[in-house]
């Protein structure tokens, strides 16, 4: 039996308490988004963690799955009375056929060539030249399967610029994907730290999939005031992927464990959030932007 698609055309005011109600009467799942993606109308959110996202779409769009046999005149009616409007919105249906979901995800992760000599490779593909540094990646729920322009600016920078023999800490490791590269193109020892014990546990199976030595690569899980002393100063190269936000929060604590002379490379950032960022840094480093793609930066620095 194919399952059934509710897609909604509602306003501001009404969409998430819809989202809310569908999910009451039998939702599977409930998706928001701009009706207007993929346009020239489409409206950008952008929100990060301690700072307000701002009003959401003008003209959202709410999807909500069911099961087949689901009466959704009865549950538009309902739900239309459950938030107080006089009739329902317009809605249409769309049916969804039975798949193997798990292959249909896979599909949509293809190997990555990030330069002449590095790849990045979901763990379910053949890999496209044996002869090339492989990264061999199943993210799991954690973030980074090097699609993302800040992913692959950051494994650029680690291309250019590891020269072999470097003591490598990657904050925010998310899938290890950047801890991995460091380590699969010379760096001597590498050291993963996230806030996220399944981001932690991702990298781990990550660098099993890399048959990475244990005694090479370590992922931990740790909150940011535990790094003060444990890795003051060991660091040749420090990078990190994350927010603007948590990089200029994080500006004391990574800069302390890069040691003298040693580098820092930062991503996850817009444009127009560069030089809030770079000023957070410029009193320990000489920042400036080393590459960008599709309106994001990567910014590194040498420790003075």
């Not at 999910?23 to 993606?37: M, N, R, W, Y």
């Not at 489409?42 to 046999?69: R, S």
């Not at 590095?118 to 980074?144: K, Q, R």
């Not at 610029?161 to 470097?166: F, I, P, V």
Request: hydrophobic letters at 45%; glycine letters at 8%.
């Amino acid at each position: 039996m194919p399952w059934i698609s509710v897609i909604i055309k509602t306003d501001s005011m009404h969409v998430e308490a819809l989202s809310d109600a569908m999910l009451e009467l039998g939702a599977l799942s409930t998706d928001i988004h701009d009706s207007a993606a993929g346009t020239e109308h489409e409206q950008p959110l952008f929100g990060e963690p301690g700072e307000p996202i701002g009003d959401i779409w003008l003209a959202p769009e709410l999807t909500a799955l069911f099961k087949g046999d689901t009466d959704t005149s009865a549950v538009m009616r309902a739900a239309a009375e459950a938030v107080g409007l006089p009739a329902p919105p317009s809605y249409h249906i769309e049916y969804v056929e039975e798949q193997d979901w798990v292959r249909v995800t896979q599909s949509q992760f293809n190997p990555i060539r990030i330069s002449s000599r590095l790849w990045v490779v979901p763990s379910w593909h053949e890999i496209p030249d044996p002869a090339a540094i492989n990264l061999i990646l199943d993210p799991g729920l954690a973030f980074g399967t090097g699609t993302h322009p800040s992913t692959q600016l950051c494994l650029e920078w680690l291309d250019e610029n590891l020269s072999g023999g470097e003591d490598v800490l990657d904050y925010g490791c998310g899938s290890g994907i950047l801890a991995i590269a460091a380590l699969k193109m010379g760096a001597r020892h590498v050291v993963g730290i996230d806030i996220d014990p399944q981001a932690v546990e991702a990298s781990r199976q990550n660098a099993r999939l890399n048959q990475c030595a244990e005694t090479e690569i370590a992922f931990h899980t740790q909150m940011p005031g535990q790094m003060d002393t444990e890795h003051a100063g060991w660091a040749d190269v420090v990078v990190a992927n994350i927010l603007a936000n948590p990089l200029i929060m994080l500006a004391p604590i990574l800069t302390h464990a890069v040691r003298r002379g040693g580098s820092i490379a930062l991503s996850g950032i817009l444009v127009e959030q560069a030089e809030e960022v770079m000023q957070a840094y410029r009193q320990s480093h000489d920042m400036h932007i080393a590459r960008n793609r599709e309106g994001w930066v990567l910014l590194a620095g040498t420790r003075k």
